[in-house]
């Protein structure tokens, strides 16, 4: 009966995390300005989600649209990918991180939420924390989808 219920909230959080980007394309990662809907939640930023083989990408582009930064976002890990002017700044975590003023949220789904704030060199420091962490070992996460955040 546990491993039933594992199995059904991995299911359930696998579900979750996709239903935010199921009619992403799948094609346009690392151009200038893809064939894609902007999701930005900043003004600052155009955000632009991909979805491929079960994996959602988020690539962030300035207002100009130079390429700053691109991630790669699945089942409760996100990785950075080496796209853009700004990928050497990017951090992932799962854990809170220190924001300043300037710290401003360019996207957020069930999956991932990435934050951006700008250096006093012109460099985008990018953070990407992922929402979902699923648990592969029922008996030490008590059958649940732990909530990272």
């Known amino acids: ?20 980007w199921a009619g992403a394309p799948s094609t346009g990662l690392g151009q200038a300005w ?9 003004p600052h930023y155009h955000v632009y989600v991909f ?3 079960g994996i959602e990408y988020v690539q ?3 207002l100009n649209g130079t390429v700053r930064s691109a991630v790669a976002a699945a089942n409760g ?8 002017t700004d990928a050497a700044h990017v ?4 854990a809170k991180t220190a924001t300043s003023a ?7 789904d069930q999956a991932v939420t990435v934050t951006t704030t700008p250096a ?5 420091n990018v953070t990407a924390s992922p929402l979902l962490d699923t648990c592969s070992d029922p008996g030490e996460c008590g059958d649940v989808v732990k909530q990272v955040q």
């Open 1 to 20: 009966m546990k491993s039933k219920r594992a199995v059904l909230a991995i299911g359930l959080a696998l579900g979750l995390s996709g239903a935010a």
């Open 34 to 42: 893809p064939n894609a809907t902007d999701v930005s939640l900043s």
């Open 51 to 53: 979805a491929k083989d």
């Open 60 to 62: 962030v582009n300035d």
């Open 77 to 84: 890990t996100v990785l950075v990918l080496p796209i853009g």
């Open 91 to 94: 951090n992932t975590t799962k």
């Open 102 to 108: 300037s710290t401003e949220t360019v996207y957020q």
């Open 120 to 124: 006093s060199n012109g460099a985008l």
